[in-house]
């Protein structure tokens, strides 16, 4: 998916100019002459970044950082063609992550642009669920190597066994019927007067429960089916 920057600033050279320089590295860029435009087009449009100039008419950029800052994270790197040390402190305290002094090269900048996305990705990455493991409270199904677990102490379950818990367990806080239950673990027709479910049910809370006859994983629910 490709990059999206805004770049806020009121001299339309610099603005194209920057354009050119992250074009060319692959991003797309849009552009606002002054942040009143660029608060609008952020009501609008998801960013990646923002390139956003200190010195503009109707709202400067320490105001429109502080503006952005209220409800978005993205990084943002401010422009100024002030050098002075107030006006970085400034800057950064409104919430800017980098800051670069007018002229600049641009080179330069589209190595901070390029520093502060890894950043910002490494420290906004979603964490990776592995949902092959699967827990409620101490037991733990692995449905990759077909292992249970209770009270971190492994249990043996045939393969039948462990294809009801699993299925029990994806499904955590369903009501599943018995008739729902053998047709996904046998693969055929469910016949009224088979108790073959309520077997191999009894056959796991032996292993997997502390007191099978006060089950605290797999509960009945009578007339309807088994949950977890």
Known sequence: MMLKILIVDDDKEIRNLIAVYLENEGMETEKAEDAMEALKMLEKSAFDLI????MM???DGI???????EER???IIMLSAKSEDMDKIQGLAAG???????PFNPL?????????LRRYKKYNAEPVVDKSILEIGELTVNTNTRQ??????????????FDILELLARNKGIVLSVAKIYEAVW???????DNTVMVHITKIRDKIEVEPKRPIYIKTIWGVGYKI
């Open 51 to 54: 390139i956003l100039d200190i």
């Open 57 to 59: 008419p109707k709202m």
């Open 63 to 69: 105001q429109a950082c502080m503006k952005i800052r």
């Open 73 to 75: 994270s993205m990084p």
């Open 96 to 102: 800017a992550d980098d800051y670069l002094s007018k």
């Open 108 to 116: 330069e900048l589209i190595a901070r642009v390029k520093s502060q």
């Open 148 to 161: 249970v677990w209770v009270q971190k102490k492994e249990v043996r379950l045939t393969p039948k066994e």
């Open 187 to 193: 693969k055929e027709d469910f016949f009224k007067s």
